[in-house]
């Protein structure tokens, strides 16, 4: 076999001295994103669906809500890129 992926990908982040196991999102978790995100103009709604996004990569509410916005937006650009070779 030349290629082979067993499982789907964590990543380990440690926000405020909390570590935290998080999902890489799916090519469909991501296209779904896109989608929600162009399919509204008002911030607050964009906001919404980007928290949305984040509790269901495996971030808890606690700690999403103790973020100041420019670790959040750093977290999610981190989580939505892809992977550097």
């Given at each position: 076999m030349d290629f082979v992926i067993e499982k789907?990908?964590?990543?380990?982040?440690?926000i405020y001295?909390?570590?935290?196991?998080?999902?890489?999102?799916?090519v469909?978790?991501?296209e779904s994103l896109n989608?929600?995100?162009k399919a509204v103009v008002d911030?607050?709604?964009k906001f919404k669906i980007m928290r949305s996004f984040l509790v269901?990569?495996?971030l808890p509410e606690e700690v999403l809500n103790e973020?100041?916005?420019d670790?959040?937006?750093?977290?999610?650009?981190?989580?939505?890129a892809p992977k550097k070779k």
């Open positions: 789907k990908a964590v990543v380990k982040v440690k001295d909390r570590e935290l196991d998080i999902k890489k999102p799916t469909g978790m991501i989608a929600q995100m911030d607050g709604e269901q990569l495996g973020m100041q916005m670790h959040y937006l750093e977290l999610v650009e981190f989580l939505s």
